[in-house]
């Protein structure tokens, strides 16, 4: 079994997951990429994966569809037309060639339907979690944002993350930013650069480390607590009011 990203748009990474000669393509926002690495590695497309109803995660959907006569697994979303197989929270399913199943987890916040899909140790997380940061919100609630984000810092953390921009940089300097004195962030900071000067993915992320430097996960922290209130002028409880002010303050950044 192997994970690869493919880039797509401006900084899309496309999921593609391979076993055999069979590949399951994870949110493909633009067909051609999908389409040459099938040709480049002789593979078969056996299901297409959707997290969210976004256009940069769809885009490449009808393309692909009109070429490959494969099942599109996704949320109910009147903004979907091109699902054909609608999955639950908490629902398995399997796709052809891959062994094992997929389970279904609702990770409402960036939109109302977006869910992930968690394959073993990987999780296909859309646009929820970032490395070092998260989604806007565009649909969903803070609280339903924040449930979600706490929905997978409960996972093993040896669990990837294989989520759907490199977004890793950007989001290390507002982290800096919020936690100035956290050595973890940092020493990934530093790695996270030397990647993308030899224009390396910083993923799949590794929830262990999102743990230790990214602070939407770290809102109960103390210094995420101080820095908060010094910046809003007035005490912040943790969870979901600090998640809130984060990604307020995140989208002035
Ligand atoms: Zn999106
Ligand atoms: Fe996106």
């Known amino acids: 079994m192997t994970i690869v990203p493919l880039s797509a748009l401006h900084d899309n990474y496309i999921w593609a997951m391979q076993a055999g000669q069979a590949c399951v393509v994870v949110d493909p ?16 497309l056996t299901a297409i994966l959707l997290t ?20 599109v697994i996704g949320p109910r979303s009147s903004q979907m037309p091109q699902v054909t197989q609608v999955v639950e929270d908490g629902e398995r399913f399997a796709c052809a060639g891959i062994e094992g199943e997929f389970e279904v987890l609702a ?11 968690r394959y073993g140790s990987a999780l296909f997380c859309g646009d929820t979690l970032f490395g070092a940061g998260c989604g806007r919100l565009m649909g969903g609630t803070p609280a339903q944002f924040h449930a979600s984000l706490q929905h997978i810092a409960q996972l093993p953390p040896d669990t990837l993350l294989y989520c759907a921009h490199e977004y890793t940089l950007a989001n290390l300097r507002f982290a800096r930013e919020i936690e100035p004195g956290n050595p973890a962030i940092e020493k990934r900071q530093a790695r996270c650069a030397a990647l993308r000067a030899q224009g390396l993915p910083t993923v799949p992320l590794s929830l262990a480390e999102e743990l230790e430097t990214n602070p939407f996960l770290r809102t109960r922290q103390p210094a995420v607590s101080a820095r908060l209130a010094a910046q809003y002028a007035r005490p912040i409880a943790g969870g979901e009011a600090a998640f809130t002010a984060l990604r307020q303050w995140k989208d002035q950044f």
């Open 29 to 44: 926002g633009e067909a051609a990429p999908v389409n040459d690495y099938l040709a480049a590695q002789s593979l078969q």
């Open 52 to 71: 969210h109803r976004h256009h940069d995660h769809i885009g490449g959907v009808d393309a692909l569809c009109r070429r490959h006569a494969v099942p």
């Open 107 to 117: 990770i409402p916040g960036h939109t109302e339907e977006h869910i992930a899909f």
